[in-house]
Each structure stands twice: as structure tokens, then as C-alpha cells.
């Protein structure tokens, strides 16, 4: 279904940024100490984690706040139509609550999906979207018959869709979907000398920014320069920028995305590194020297950016 542009929260005038709210010290981070899903990010590491799921979750001025980003141990964030983008959050176990709000699906989201061996949870989807389900048997929960997914009356549709974490590992477990795994490896650290990377913005559109700053602890998520008002501050322990080729393909503004391979880079305990992208089994991150960087241990928040997005 197209989607209209929210006018967002505080948007930024062109003659400068609204001075960034104060981060509590406290902004919650998954990790052992809090039942999450991901660990402290030593190196090297070894974690226990359960089952990818993926929620296509709202992200327009009217999705605020979103629920369950606490327990994600990704984001992805993908453009849509109308200039708004969808943010489709990984959980590997640990999820609490209610999370969402959950949206529609499109082809190139479902091939991230399968990239991750995630199930997909997503109300309804694109035409395209949903002869690809019915043509390849995905398996994915789609809250248009699922009666795992409930409305919540103190939000207006379609912003007001969502499911519940442990309702989720449930329902996988009586499918025989479930499955817990060990992984180890070496989390990758930036070298010394590595470029400063603080700070990262994109504009998607020309009322909506996505942007983190470093704060010595991690990179802060703020809309439109400003955090999101009612909501903690979401921090997350690396951004990856990813420049993806995409188009537009039908008279409502859906889109296609080239999924083979791009360009970008990572920021990570305050410094940028060139990188390259590709789809190969799964997502796979190289530097310059083409050696696979592990960001398995982090929380990391992956901007998808249309070659009409500014990246700044």
C-alpha cells in the first residue's frame, strides 16, 4: 500500500540543527545482564541465540513510539514509497513484549529475510511481495491471518498493529520452527588510525533525517535531529551505511532494490571505515583489504541508501 510522508518530529530548518537533547548514561543495551539477545561484545566472543525473526516495523511520524527496539540485536532500515522508510528489526531470543508496529512487506525485504534465515512477520505486503510468498512457500506470519498480531485502540490503523516476543517463540516452537545455536568468533574493532566517524546523517526525503551521533558509549538515534519524544534514547553499538541501487516500479512508487552489492561504510567506536557489501548466503561486510568484518556481537543499525538520499 503507498504511504504518505509524516511530517516527523522537529524537523531540522536549513539554517541548523536543534542543539541534540542529553543521553542518560542508562539508555538501555541488550546484553547478558539484561536476559537480551546479544552479548557484551568482548573479543572473542561465544553467544547463545535462538531463531532469527525479522518485524517489519512502522516507521512514519505516526508509528511513535515503536515498541520492542530494546531487544533487537539488529535494525535495518530500508526505503519505501512515499519517502518514508520501514525499519526491519532482527531478534535472535530474549525479546520482551509487544513489538511494532508492524507493516506491510515488499520483495527485497523478504530477500533480506532469507539472507538471514529469518522468519518474517509483516501485515499483508505488495502484490509483488505476496505472489513471491505464495510462489517460493515462505514460510511468515502475516498479521492479516495470524491471530498472533493484535490492535491497539489508543492508536489509529495502520499504525497500531503488533505481536508479542514470548507469543512469537511460542507459536515457533509448536511449529518445530525453533532452534537455538552457539557462535563464537572474533568481534571486529577499527584500527587506531581509522578516520573519525562521530556523527552520520541521511535524509531520506526532504522531512525525514535518520542520524546517530557517538557519545562515547555508542551512536544515538535521533529523527530529524531530535531524539524521539516519549521514548528513551535507542543507542546502538555500530551504524553501517549501505549505498544500494534502487527504482521505482509501479504508479503508487514501490520500489525495487538491487540486493547483489554495493559500497559504504562502518562506523564503530567513533571511527569510519570503507566498506564493501554483498548478499552471499548472508549479508557479508568487507573493508578494503576484502577481509569479512564480524559484527556478530553488536547491535548494529544498517541504513539502506537509495542513490536519492543525501548522505552527510
Known sequence: ????????????????????????????????????????????YKLERLRPILVAVDNSAAAFPQWGLDWAVQVHEVPVEGGVTRLLVRYEGGEKGRLGPVRSARPYILRLAQAMGAVLLHVGGSPQALAMIEREKMITFDGLYDPLFRRDPRRRPPHNTYVEGAQVRKQLARLRLERKRTLSGKAYRPPENAPDGERVEVRYAPDYVSAFRYDGQGYVWYRNGRLVRGSAPFRVTAVAVLRVDARVIDDVGRLALDLAKGHGALYLDGKRVPVTWRIQGGLVIEDAAGRALDLTPYRTWFLWVPPWATLR
Open 1 to 44: 500500500e503507498p504511504e504518505a510522508t509524516g511530517s516527523g518530529n522537529g524537523a531540522s530548518s536549513a539554517g541548523g540543527e536543534p542543539a541534540p537533547a542529553p543521553v542518560p548514561a542508562t539508555s538501555p543495551q541488550p546484553g547478558r545482564d539484561r536476559s537480551g539477545a546479544i552479548g557484551p561484545g568482548e573479543k572473542p
